[in-house]
């Protein structure tokens, strides 16, 4: 039995289920060197490492078993190296793909710190905001029913682009609604695109750029008429003409903290002299 491998060896040494080489047996694409006819115990040589080495990595580059098995049974030089760079390609999506989000969560999470140095809430200010990217959908939502099933349907379309939502979603209101005071009929929700993704779809539109009189608030839905009124006053006095719709973002909403004192919500509105 010298240089043989028994199955649990072979897994122990290559970091692999026994079941998964069990499988890979029992479709043909990697069998024992050697199966005892008595006992069933199947064994493997040294020479085999290189193939189990093999499959190993093409499947981590995500080829298929059923490719790997052919790759195995008629490859040649120039189809392995074509092979590879297939998947190289393959990997290089990949890795864009993981870099995109990895810059998505350090904005993300860049924004949630600064969360907790916020110490002007419920005082009007003007900012000065670059246009803004979003995907926008128009529609009357006035219950939590609605909101979750057009941001099903939103992450259905875009999920693909842009795979993390916390905190980016927001909804638009109208000035109307809100001396109506209707304060939950938004007339549409928006999804913030990140600035290092570019892409064409039928819902993206611009937010503009511009001035915005904005106000932070932590306190519930049912007082936030009073926020909405600060700001109206605010731009009557400061001598601007509101621009809706008002924009809603809730930045830290109670599916990232069960703390009421940590939720924090952005209203916004753009003015004009």
């Given at each position: 039995?010298?240089?043989?491998?028994?199955?649990?060896?072979?897994?122990?040494?290559?970091?692999?289920?026994?079941?998964?080489?069990?499988?890979?047996?029992?479709?043909?694409?990697?069998?024992?060197?050697?199966?005892?006819?008595?006992?069933?115990?199947?064994?493997?040589?040294?020479?085999?490492?290189?193939?189990?080495?093999?499959?190993?990595?093409?499947?981590?580059?995500?080829?298929?078993?059923?490719?790997?098995?052919?790759?195995?049974?008629?490859?040649?030089?120039?189809?392995?190296?074509?092979?590879?760079?297939?998947?190289?390609?393959?990997?290089?999506?990949?890795?864009?793909?993981?870099?995109?989000?990895?810059?998505?969560?350090?904005?993300?999470?860049?924004?949630?710190?600064?969360?907790?140095?916020?110490?002007?809430?419920?005082?009007?200010?003007?900012?000065?905001?670059?246009?803004?990217?979003?995907?926008?959908?128009?529609?009357?939502?006035g219950t939590l029913d609605g909101t979750e099933s057009?941001?099903?349907?939103?992450?259905?379309?875009?999920?693909?682009?842009?795979?993390?939502?916390?905190?980016?979603?927001?909804?638009?209101?109208?000035?109307?609604?809100?001396?109506?005071?209707?304060?939950?009929?938004?007339?549409?929700?928006?999804?913030?695109?990140?600035?290092?993704?570019?892409?064409?779809?039928?819902?993206?539109?611009?937010?503009?750029?511009?001035?915005?009189?904005?106000?932070?608030?932590?306190?519930?839905?049912?007082?936030?008429?009073?926020?909405?009124?600060?700001?109206?006053?605010?731009?009557?006095?400061?001598?601007y003409k509101a621009e809706g719709p008002f924009l809603i973002r809730r930045i830290v909403d109670?599916?990232?903290?069960?703390?009421?004192?940590?939720?924090?919500?952005?209203?916004?509105?753009?003015?004009?002299?």
């Open positions: 039995m010298q240089n043989k491998f028994t199955i649990g060896q072979m897994a122990r040494l290559h970091d692999i289920p026994i079941k998964t080489l069990r499988y890979y047996d029992e479709i043909g694409l990697f069998e024992p060197y050697e199966v005892d006819q008595q006992t069933g115990y199947r064994y493997y040589t040294l020479e085999q490492f290189k193939k189990l080495d093999i499959i190993v990595y093409l499947k981590l580059m995500g080829v298929p078993l059923k490719e790997i098995k052919r790759k195995m049974e008629h490859s040649s030089l120039d189809e392995f190296i074509e092979t590879l760079a297939e998947y190289q390609q393959v990997t290089k999506e990949k890795i864009r793909h993981l870099q995109r989000v990895n810059v998505q969560l350090t904005t993300r999470m860049k924004e949630l710190e600064q969360t907790r140095h916020i110490n002007q809430i419920g005082a009007p200010f003007i900012k000065y905001l670059p246009s803004r990217e979003v995907v926008q959908v128009k529609a009357e939502v057009v941001l099903r349907d939103l992450k259905k379309k875009i999920s693909h682009i842009t795979p993390i939502m916390i905190g980016k979603v927001g909804f638009m209101l109208s000035v109307e609604n809100t001396k109506k005071q209707q304060f939950t009929d938004y007339d549409g929700i928006f999804l913030l695109v990140e600035s290092d993704v570019s892409f064409k779809h039928e819902l993206v539109t611009l937010i503009p750029e511009g001035d915005y009189a904005s106000i932070y608030m932590r306190e519930k839905r049912d007082t936030t008429g009073v926020y909405y009124d600060a700001l109206l006053n605010f731009i009557k006095a400061e001598g109670s599916f990232i903290s069960h703390h009421e004192e940590e939720r924090l919500t952005e209203i916004q509105i753009r003015i004009t002299s």
